[in-house]
């Protein structure tokens, strides 16, 4: 199960809409091992493509480089698809290299309505999950 | 020259664990056959027949090997070889095994039951 701030949900499914028709791509980085989706990084797509996404291999660098300052891992890698239904396609599950994170797929072909789904993505095995939308993340326990 | 190369989470399979081992080589295709002397298998991860692989990215410090010399690029001691695999994918061609789904050439989803 993904459990993720409402506020979280909003902003990718606004940078989806922003980029449409291009797809769009991010992550949310969270502390590594808590499974906290807790800072949204929206990413450049630099294939700029309606059907392929890619994150530059230099920003892609930083991105990871910062994680790691942070102990921060990616929690969720979001993209967008943006004529077809916001399920993981034969090229997400060939290219899905973070075994553990939550893949979360918006699906931005309706101008009316957007769709918001995760699966975990293990071996080129996917699996949905159920997406928690919650008002805030509850804070951490500290005992 | 003594490398340190930094493991992405998927290939510490590889490493037993480690995000960084140790390696020799003067370029960076003589560190991945030095690694691979120790951690069988990982060097496929990352090269194929054809060189670096596409969606394998492999930098040198901060630069990416492919604006430098690919599987030549030289390496001084101290430096550091990082490998990341791409974050990439896309609708490309549809959903997974897709039986109520096909998706055209152009890239739009039409249901084979009514309402598409």
């Known amino acids: 199960m993904l459990v993720i701030a409402q506020r979280t949900v909003d902003e990718m499914v606004?940078?989806?809409?922003?980029?449409?028709?291009?797809?769009?791509?991010?992550?949310?980085?969270?502390?590594?091992?808590?499974?906290?989706?807790?800072?949204?990084?929206?990413?450049?797509?630099?294939?700029?493509?309606?059907?392929?996404?890619?994150?530059?291999?230099?920003?892609?660098?930083?991105?990871?480089?910062?994680?790691?300052?942070?102990?921060?891992?990616?929690?969720?890698?979001?993209?967008?698809?943006?004529?077809?239904?916001?399920?993981?396609?034969?090229t997400d599950i060939s290219y899905a290299s973070e075994p553990g994170a939550h893949y979360v797929l918006v699906s931005t072909r309706e101008p009316d309505t957007v769709e918001v789904r995760s699966y975990r993505i293990v071996d080129g095995i996917v699996t949905e999950e159920e997406v928690r939308v919650v008002a805030v993340l509850e804070p951490e326990e500290t005992s | 020259m003594a490398i340190e190369v930094r493991i992405p989470t998927i290939l510490r399979t590889?490493?037993?664990?480690?995000?960084?081992?140790?390696?020799?080589?003067?370029?960076?295709?003589?560190?991945?056959t030095d690694l691979d002397s120790r951690h069988a298998g990982l060097r496929e991860r990352i090269v194929d027949d054809k060189g670096l692989r596409r969606f394998v990215n492999v930098y040198v410090?901060?630069?990416?090997?492919?604006?430098?010399?690919?599987?030549?690029?030289?390496?001084?001691?101290?430096?550091?070889?990082?490998?990341?695999?791409?974050?990439?994918?896309?609708a490309g061609e549809g959903r997974a095994g897709a039986a109520s789904v096909r998706v055209t050439a152009g890239g739009a989803g039409v249901r084979d039951s009514a309402g598409g």
């Open chain 1, 14 to 90: 606004e940078h989806a809409r922003r980029d449409h028709p291009d797809e769009a791509c991010g992550v949310v980085a969270g502390p590594a091992g808590s499974d906290r989706p807790e800072r949204l990084i929206p990413m450049l797509n630099a294939a700029r493509s309606p059907t392929f996404y890619e994150f530059d291999s230099l920003d892609l660098l930083k991105l990871y480089r910062e994680m790691d300052d942070r102990d921060e891992e990616p929690v969720v890698v979001y993209h967008s698809h943006t004529a077809t239904e916001a399920y993981p396609s034969r």
């Open chain 2, 14 to 32: 590889y490493t037993g664990g480690e995000k960084a081992v140790a390696g020799e080589g003067a370029t960076l295709a003589d560190v991945l």
């Open chain 2, 61 to 90: 410090n901060d630069e990416d090997v492919r604006f430098m010399g690919g599987l030549e690029t030289a390496l001084k001691d101290g430096d550091t070889v990082t490998v990341l695999p791409a974050v990439a994918g896309g």
